[in-house]
């Protein structure tokens, strides 16, 4: 990560579409883009904060491009951009948020401002945003069943029971002591 404008990472197989998107965003982050999987895994680095990611692309689709980023341990935020409705083989792709296209400019800079936002949170914070956007995007396409569905709302609710452990240890003495 780092100082000044965050870097945002535009990897997506339509040039044109990846230059709209740099058009919207380029007067507040730093952009760089890849018109392909092979671009953008030589482009991503510890610089990146946050990767747009389209899902079909030729050569290299996008689920292999996000597990070879995590494999690369790039610390960044990943949101699948995408005109690919979200179906059940979304659940164990190691994603931050989905986004479906078309998106305009304040859905785009809207979606890279929680995603920066989210960076800063604990663990099991960020992880229970990432499982919370499946469960989203999967309601939202009406592919809200099966066991996939029910295995992630599953996930999503240990990971709430984790944080709600969290703040019961931690309790709300203890966090407003400052303000005493």
């Known amino acids: 990560m780092t100082d000044g404008p965050a870097t945002v990472l535009l990897v997506d197989d339509e040039e044109a579409l990846v230059a709209l998107y740099e058009s919207y965003i380029d007067d507040v982050y730093r952009v760089e883009t890849a018109t392909s999987g092979r671009e953008a895994l030589s482009t991503a680095d510890d610089e990146v904060d946050v990767v747009l990611l389209d899902r079909r692309m030729p050569e290299m689709m996008g689920r292999e491009v996000l597990h070879e980023l995590r494999a690369a341990d790039i610390d960044a935020q990943v949101a699948m951009l995408t005109a690919v409705e979200p179906t059940a083989d979304i659940v164990d792709m190691p994603f931050d948020d989905y986004r479906v296209k078309p998106v305009d400019r304040d859905e785009l800079v809207g979606l890279i401002e929680v995603l920066l936002e989210r960076a800063a949170y604990d663990e099991y914070s960020q992880e ?17 069943d099966g066991p996939e569905y029910e ?8 990971v709430r029971e984790r944080i709600d452990g969290s703040l019961d240890r931690v309790g709300a003495r203890a966090a ?3 303000l005493a």
């Open 151 to 158: 295995r992630l709302c599953e996930e999503l609710e240990a």
């Open 176 to 178: 407003f002591a400052d």
């Open 128 to 144: 229970f945003f990432a499982l919370a956007s499946k469960k989203a995007a999967l309601e939202v396409a009406g592919n809200d």
